[in-house]
């Protein structure tokens, strides 16, 4: 039977050569020296409250997990070779190398430094640090040059980050966290949309670093609806006011590299702290709050548009805008869902019941080129929101500024704001197209009819009857031409030979469920 030894350093200098032994322990003003070549295999703990010297290396080869303690002092080389793994139970540092043979290292809630000139060596998704607490892996003096932090948050999980940096030498530390929160380090986990972790990166001196990010992730880890050929990596800036929050433009976002692990890259960081990878939930807020009411809907006794396509559960949970040829999505927009219990028949009765959904294009300020568009819900009110059936639309990916702001439904004519307005981050910015004929712009073109017709005194709204979902206002709602413009015509077409036809059509110009000619 193979006898362990505890070696306990006190105060003389140590020189160790080859020895295997369970647990290490080295007093404070102790010198433990391991001599070139040598290697020390450690089966048990470590303590210890001195640097160890020289330039063998310690061996990490126990057969349960074995805790480390290094309150803060050096080790020159560091092999881990446990199944069972290892995990921190005080500051450690590395001066050359850490080579990862078998196991994973736990980190816990303490720092792993690595010295300017160290390196690591052999990790992949079986070997790794697991930062599973406030703990970071941390880089002495990053500059120039790459350097991959082999980094993940469990046992199971590896999303390693590779950062170089062009600005002032610092220390940087990363940590992986489990999922991608609303509010960077805090917050309501993100069910959609992002790979599920994001990193916290941090420096000892704030400033002066320029960065290059390029993180990881594995297919596993991508949330429904997460788009890996446009995605991006996103920073939350944490200091509050008008620009806290996620920060990633749709300019930003691009295909992602690799085949499984994949790769988003952002060059150009000088704002350390949570970054995470995804599309529209890391995308930098627009709010604003339009106020429409669709012609076909409204109801003159209420003094609100009917919801007869909520109560027959017919409104459905994908928005319809990508399966119609003239709706092109751009930005961030395209493929909106909601819920049953948002827009069916059990959702809550009321003034913000959802009517339909709407097409939402944001312009650019000079131009008036569509630059972003959103499917969002209408309430019987006139309110258009997000997709949860209550919060301001978003329209993500694009920096506060002004912008044209149009709407339009497919079977409904498309109306624009006559000028461009501010839009913000995080206050949502309202407007009102309802109350003012002036509200919506007048196209010079069509000179027969006003931009909106009169609903009733003073309440204005979009036109209705257009069931071929024209692009522009040019063609008009007309009951004659080729079918291409013919709304009539379409009607027709959708009818056959019944006298009515039951379900969501665009040909519904009433929105009661219903299409008929009669």
Not at 172 to 192: D, E, S
Not at 309 to 328: D, H
Request: aromatic share 8%; hydrophobic share 35%.
């Amino acid at each position: 039977m193979q006898k362990l030894y505890q070696i306990t350093a006190i105060i003389v200098g140590i020189f160790i050569t080859n020895v295997s032994h369970a647990q290490l322990i080295i007093s404070s003003g102790a010198t433990f020296n391991i001599q070139a070549a040598a290697i020390v295999t450690v089966q048990g703990d470590i303590t210890s409250s001195a640097d160890i010297t020289g330039t063998g290396k310690v061996v990490l080869k126990g057969s349960s997990n074995q805790n480390v303690n290094m309150n803060g002092f050096t080790i020159p080389n560091l092999e881990m070779d446990n199944a069972a793994n290892a995990t921190l139970t005080g500051n450690a540092r590395v001066g050359t190398n850490v080579l990862f043979t078998t196991g994973k290292i736990q980190n816990g809630n303490f720092d792993l430094n690595l010295a300017s000139t160290a390196t690591v060596t052999n990790a992949d998704a079986t070997r790794y640090f697991v930062t599973n607490g406030t703990g970071r892996l941390e880089k002495e003096g990053l500059a120039a040059g790459a350097f991959t932090y082999p980094v993940g948050n469990s046992g199971t999980t590896y999303n390693p980050v590779t950062i170089s940096n062009s600005g002032t030498a610092d220390n940087i530390g990363v940590r992986c966290l489990a999922n991608v929160l609303t509010t960077g380090p805090t917050g309501t986990v993100f069910t959609k949309e992002v790979a599920d972790a994001s990193w916290d990166i941090s420096e000892d001196v704030a400033g002066g670093s320029n960065l290059t990010l390029n993180a990881t992730w594995s297919g596993s880890d991508e949330l429904a609806g997460f788009n890996r050929t446009k995605t991006g990596i996103s920073y939350y800036i944490p200091t509050p006011g008008v620009t806290q929050g996620w920060d990633l433009l749709n300019s930003q976002v691009a295909p992602a590299t690799g085949s499984n692990p994949y790769t988003s890259t952002r060059t150009g960081i000088s704002s350390l702290g949570v970054f995470a990878v995804g599309t529209r939930p890391v995308l930098s807020p627009l709010l604003v709050t339009p106020k429409v009411f669709l012609q076909g809907a409204y109801n003159t006794g209420t003094g609100f548009m009917n919801d007869n396509l909520r109560t027959l559960n017919l409104i459905p949970t994908t928005e319809p805008y990508s399966g119609i040829a003239a709706f092109t999505h751009s930005g961030s927009g395209g493929g909106e869902t909601t819920t049953t219990a948002i827009v069916g028949s059990g959702a809550a009765a009321g003034n913000d019941a959802i009517v339909d959904w709407v097409f939402v294009q944001l312009h650019d300020g000079a131009t008036g080129n569509v630059i972003g568009t959103r499917s969002g819900l209408l309430q019987r009110d006139g309110d258009i929101v997000e997709t949860d059936g209550v919060t301001s639309l978003n329209m993500a990916g694009f920096p506060a500024a002004s912008y044209f702001v149009s709407v339009r439904h497919r079977n409904h004519l498309a109306i624009r704001t006559p000028t461009s307005f501010a839009l913000a981050k995080n206050t949502p910015t309202p407007y009102n197209f309802t109350d003012n004929i002036s509200k919506a712009y007048n196209n010079p073109i069509i000179t027969t009819n006003p931009a909106m017709p009169t609903l009733a005194s003073g309440v204005f709204g979009m036109f209705g009857g257009d069931g071929t979902s024209t692009v522009t206002g040019a063609t008009g709602v007309r009951a004659t031409g080729a079918p291409a413009v013919n709304d009539y015509s379409s009607l027709l077409t959708v009818l056959g030979a019944s006298s009515v036809v039951n379900g969501y059509f665009k040909t519904d110009f009433n929105l009661n469920g219903s299409v008929r000619a009669t």
